[in-house]
Structures are given as C-alpha cells and as structure tokens.
C-alpha cells in the first residue's frame, strides 16, 4: 500500500515562492506516475501537474504552465512541485497523487493513491 505525505504548504505573498514535497512510502517512486492536485474553497479539485513513469514526462495546466516545476527524486522517494510567481488564485489545499498508469495524468480519477493535503495561501 502506497502511502503520501504532502508537505511544504504556508502563506505567502503575491509573487513569492514555495516548494511542495510529497514523501513515498510503501512503494516504488520510480514505478508511478505522480501528480498535484489542487482544491480552492468551493470548487472541485482541479488538476495542477503530473510526472509519468518511465519517461518522466511532465504535463502543467494552462494555468501554471511557466510558473510551476514538477521534479521527482527516486532516491528519495519524493517528488516535488516548484511553485514560482504564486497569485492569489493559486490558494488551494493541495494534493500529491500518485497511479501505477502512465495515461489520463490530467484526469484526478486516474490516481489510486492520495496524499492528506497541504494547504497553501497567496495573499494579494
């Protein structure tokens, strides 16, 4: 049973910076694909970014696409999301995810595997 630890999350102003983690265990970092996940209050939970297994390719929604990084360490078991240029809209609890397909990343029914939530506020 793989298990997620998201962390990393806090409060910062428009225009900073923050780095995710999401700490593996129970299973194979290098053998899933991951992604991030994120909820606003009063909204569904909507996709951020993913990372495929084997190729490591790396997919953003449009509306992060330049400002955030997915990056994946297999040794550590983590993966890590690189938030860059935060605005308020990007106030979300966010979620690490992870699946054992490669396809669909894009789409939050594709992921078996959730992490608990990190919570992450841009004030304006």
């Known amino acids: 049973q793989v298990q997620l630890v998201d962390s990393g999350g806090g409060l910062v102003q428009t225009g900073g910076s923050l780095r995710l983690s999401c700490a593996a265990s129970?299973?194979?970092?290098?053998?899933?694909?991951m992604g991030w996940i994120r909820q606003a209050p009063g909204k569904e939970r909507e996709f951020v970014s993913s990372?495929?297994?084997?190729?490591?390719?790396?997919f953003y929604a449009d509306s992060v696409k330049g400002r955030f990084t997915i990056s994946r360490d297999n040794v550590k078991n983590t993966v890590y999301l690189q938030m860059d240029s935060l605005r308020p809209e990007d106030t979300a609890v966010y979620y690490c995810?992870?699946?054992?397909?490669?396809?669909?990343?894009?789409?939050?029914?594709?992921?078996?595997?959730w992490g608990q939530g990190t919570q992450v506020t841009v004030s304006s």
């Open positions: 995810a992870a699946t054992v397909r490669y396809a669909n990343l894009y789409n939050r029914q594709t992921y078996d595997y």
């Open positions: 129970g299973g194979t970092l290098g053998s899933l694909s």
């Open positions: 990372i495929s297994w084997p190729l490591g390719s790396t």
